[in-house]
Structures are given as C-alpha cells and as structure tokens.
C-alpha cells in the first residue's frame, strides 16, 4: 500500500473526513501478485465523494516469471475488485483507545473488521451507539471497496440482511453514514 507519491501508507495519510468517525487517504496505489496466473497487477484509486467509494483509476500489470505472458485471457483472470477490497483496510482509519489507527491494523482473525466476541456483545445490546459505530465501520469498510455493505454488516455481526437494513438505516439517521453511499443493484463486476 502506497500513496500516490510513492510513500508506504499510514494513519497519517488518511486525512479525509468520512463519517462521523472514519478518515480516509483520499488515493492509495496498491499491488499484488496472483501466482495462479503468474501475474503482478497494481491499481491507482482515488476515493469519489459523486460514488461515495474508490474508484479504479488506473491498472497496470507485468508478468512474474519468465515464462509468464500478459494475454486476454490472463486480463480477464485479473481479480481487480479483490485488490481493492484487500487495499481499503490500509486507508481507512478510525481512533482506537485514544490513537489514530488503520482498519488494518485492527483487523480481526480472519479478515474480520470486527472480531466474534465484540460481534456477538453488540447483536445482543441492540442497536445502540456503540453497536451503530461498529455499522458505521462495517459499511464504511465495504462500501468504499464497491462489495455489498448491507450483506457486509450482516455477516460480520451475524444478524439477519433485514436487521442489517434496520441497524443501518438508523445509522443514516444518526449521520454516521455521512458521504457514503452504495449504489444498490448490479455492479460493473456482476454482483449485487
């Protein structure tokens, strides 16, 4: 994860209000290697406050071996929307016990934004301040990557897609959701 100067990204770099608690890099370069196709591909986003999210600017991608090839068939194998979805947890950043820290830094097992413990405490407090908090982070998260937010707070607090809506619109209300949008339908990737 990169700024688009080169540097290595921290919680300094996130210097754009989002929310009513998140702060985000305004643009991030990040790369990866996919060694099923034997292929490097970067990506330059820049955050769109028009979509609400990232958005792809630019790719680029390079072989990584000397037999490997950048061919149509090896594009179409390209998994942009992982990288970006991989990437976002670097820029985004929220304050945990008094410091600034990144999503990724507090990242739980298993790629979880909010580990099962905390999960399980804020389904059973309901929907509360602190459990509107954690819905803030868990849309925030996904909808800047372009992945479905509503089923992302489902998931990760294990709570059913029509309680998601509910916790999430009473999140829009209490302005937590402020410059974050998620456009509801088919995706430029095919998913809903």
Not at 35 to 63: C, K, L, M, N
Not at 115 to 130: F, K, N, R, S
Not at 137 to 162: H, K, Q, T
């Amino acid at each position: 994860m990169r700024t688009p100067d080169g540097q290595r990204m921290t919680w300094r770099h996130a210097t754009l209000p989002l929310g009513s608690a998140l702060r985000i890099a305004p643009a991030f370069t990040a790369t990866a290697t996919a060694d099923d196709i034997q292929v490097e591909s970067t990506i330059e986003a820049v955050y769109s406050a028009d979509a609400g999210r990232y958005r792809i600017a630019a790719t680029a991608h390079r072989a990584t071996s000397s037999t490997g090839e950048i061919t149509p068939t090896v594009l179409r194998q390209v998994r942009l929307g992982e990288l970006l979805t991989a990437a976002v947890p670097h820029c985004v950043t929220v304050e945990f016990e008094g410091k600034q820290r990144t999503v990724h830094d507090l990242l739980a097992t298993g790629g979880r934004v909010v580990p099962e413990p905390l999960a399980a405490i804020a389904v059973a407090a309901g929907p509360t301040a602190d459990t509107l908090g954690l819905v803030q982070l868990i849309y925030g998260v996904a909808a800047l990557a372009a992945s479905p937010p509503m089923r992302a707070v489902a998931n990760e607090l294990g709570i059913p897609e029509r309680t998601a809506t509910h916790w999430i619109s009473k999140a829009r209300a209490a302005g937590l959701l402020e410059g974050i949008r998620y456009v509801v339908g088919r995706q430029p990737d095919g998913a809903r």
